[in-house]
């Protein structure tokens, strides 16, 4: 089998003849840059089709019903359907709308959770840019998607839009405290703020960090479920009381540039959590290495997706002041209370205890 | 190339830090300068230091920004863009920040720009050229190495921040009880 190594060396010598075809050659490092930009948005519009799919079948099954099946096989179509449809439907603006937060908030809701996905490694070095500091990275650069939510809320001139960006900027201000805390003893033990290094470290200590800190795992994704403002902490969007949240006077294109945003912060906090504590690339028994390195990633991700994706009807929603407390006075002292334990264990056994 | 990257930052950080002092709608002040600080980031990726690139992110766009736009959609209507981008001490406010200007340029001026000046920071050799192999750790050693860090320091603003943290949670109770 092919593994990740092999696939990107095979693409980019096929690129170099490419470009050499063009007479491209002397601008290779801005075009591979390029290409790894649009495959990556490539990869991840399909991967999202895929997400809401599954999303609705997972919801299906969990109501015993059967869920999509009438456009393509086993209705996997039915998501290009509806983007079809969004992506034609008219453009309504409220009239007295702030225009320039207006137009950009659905844009940089999707960049920025789209740029976090650059760092993720699918593979021993199949990764788009193996920044040194990618945990750090991610975490600045998701924090965009306040200001985003913000803009949306505000700039709508409607109060239902104004109370669901408000709620939903708290949450994930509050919520991004225990998330970033809860990769902390991670860090502390590896000494790494580089993904692919953090996998490396799994390699060679043989176990996934999924069992030493499981604590910080499920941590990491309850606030990873309410910082993408997904159930049981989707007050903010809670379609009975704020008729939609911050994205009530947002139609097609527009909404969904936020509805692919919302997708995409699913995906790249799974693939945190994949990697960081769940060895990422490697496979879960040595026998099976056979299986190339990216497949197992994706698996991963996949499964806690599915986990987030079931909490949504195993769990009711919380009331406001239910989600700030459980935030603020559960998440945060239970993961400085880990980062403490786990400060103790380095001191006394030294790293990779 | 890069000369011409440097420019193109240089110059969105000063446009838009123009924008944040003139435009009238608070909230697109607001806008602007978290452009402004991502430009800064720019400059700092430039420099070849991702740490500070990302710490700027998140700590000027991710929370300063954010606690502004919150204080501005608390205090502020949609739409308003009546605010007053003068007043009464423009003489007073231009001499400070002409000081300000001129203190800057002469450090610059002045400046050799020697990492390796400072004992704490000569004992770590990588600093001298940032390396992107060792940037945090490097960065980590000259704050708090145990011999001529500035690890007293370091410790000193931690408790300084907590008892500010304690403080807000002080003053914002309903009741003392």
Redesign the interface.
């Known amino acids: 089998m092919i593994s990740g190594e092999k696939l990107v060396q095979l693409v980019s010598s096929l690129l170099q003849q490419v470009y050499a075809l063009l007479d491209l050659s002397a601008y290779a490092g801005i075009l591979d840059r390029v290409v790894c930009a649009v495959v990556m948005f490539g990869f991840v519009a399909v991967f999202v089709m895929f997400l809401v799919w599954m999303e609705r079948k997972v919801s299906a099954h969990m109501q015993s019903r059967i869920g999509p099946n009438r456009v393509g096989p086993l209705g996997l179509l039915q998501t290009l359907a509806d983007a079809i449809k969004l992506t034609t439907k008219e453009d309504v603006r409220p009239a007295k709308r702030d225009k320039i937060p207006y137009f950009i908030a659905p844009i940089l809701a999707f960049v920025a959770t789209f740029m976090g996905m650059v760092v993720v490694p699918f593979d021993n070095k199949m990764v788009v840019a193996d920044l040194n500091i990618g945990v750090l990275y991610i975490i600045a650069i998701t924090s965009f998607t306040v200001i985003a939510i913000l803009s949306a809320g505000w700039s709508s001139n409607n109060k239902y839009s104004l109370l669901g960006g408000f709620r939903s900027a708290a949450q994930i201000v509050s919520y991004e405290v225990p998330l970033v805390l809860s990769l902390v003893p991670v860090i502390m033990i590896t000494g790494k703020l580089n993904f692919s290094g953090i996998v490396q470290y799994q390699q060679q200590a043989g176990y996934w960090f999924v069992f030493p800190q499981f604590v910080a795992f499920i941590t990491f994704i309850a606030s990873a479920t309410a910082e993408a403002n997904r159930a049981p902490f989707d007050i903010p969007e809670a379609e009975s009381e704020l008729t939609g949240g911050f994205h009530t006077e947002y139609s097609g294109v527009k909404f969904a540039m936020f509805f692919l945003g919302e997708y995409v912060a699913v995906v790249v906090s799974s693939a945190v959590a994949a990697t960081v504590f769940l060895g990422g690339w490697l496979p879960p028994l040595h026998f099976l290495g056979f299986i190339p390195g990216f497949v197992w990633f994706m698996l991963k991700v996949l499964l806690i997706i599915y986990l987030i994706m079931a909490f949504r009807w195993t769990f009711p929603r919380l009331r406001v002041d239910q989600l700030m407390d459980f935030g603020w006075k559960v998440l945060i002292p239970v993961t400085i209370l880990n980062i403490l334990v786990t400060g103790f264990v380095v001191l006394l056994f030294g790293k990779g205890a | 190339m890069t000369q011409a990257l440097f420019y193109i930052l240089a110059g969105v950080i000063v446009a838009s830090a123009f924008l944040v002092v003139t435009v009238r ?1 608070l ?2 002040c607001a ?1 602007a300068l ?1 452009l402004t600080m991502f430009g800064v980031s720019g400059v700092y990726l430039y420099l070849g230091w ?2 500070l690139a ?2 700027q ?2 700590i000027y ?3 300063v ?2 606690l502004i ?2 204080g501005i ?1 608390l205090t502020r209507q ?2 308003d863009d009546h605010a007053r981008v003068m007043n009464n001490q423009i003489l007073v406010s231009l001499l400070a920040a002409g000081a300000v200007a001129l203190v800057l340029f002469l450090v610059i001026c002045h400046s050799d720009f020697q990492y390796s000046n400072h004992p704490a920071l000569a004992a770590t050799p990588t600093l001298t050229a940032p390396t ?2 060792d ?3 490097s960065l980590a050693m000259g704050l708090l190495n145990p011999q001529n860090g500035f690890a007293f320091a370091f410790e000193f603003v931690s408790i300084l921040l907590l008892s500010a943290l304690i403080g807000a949670v002080v003053v914002a109770r309903k009741d003392p009880a």
Do not use: D, P, Q
């Open positions: 709608n909230f697109h806008l978290a991702e740490f990302a710490v992110v998140l766009v991710g929370a920004t954010v736009i919150f959609m949609v739409m992107y192999a940037e945090v750790s």
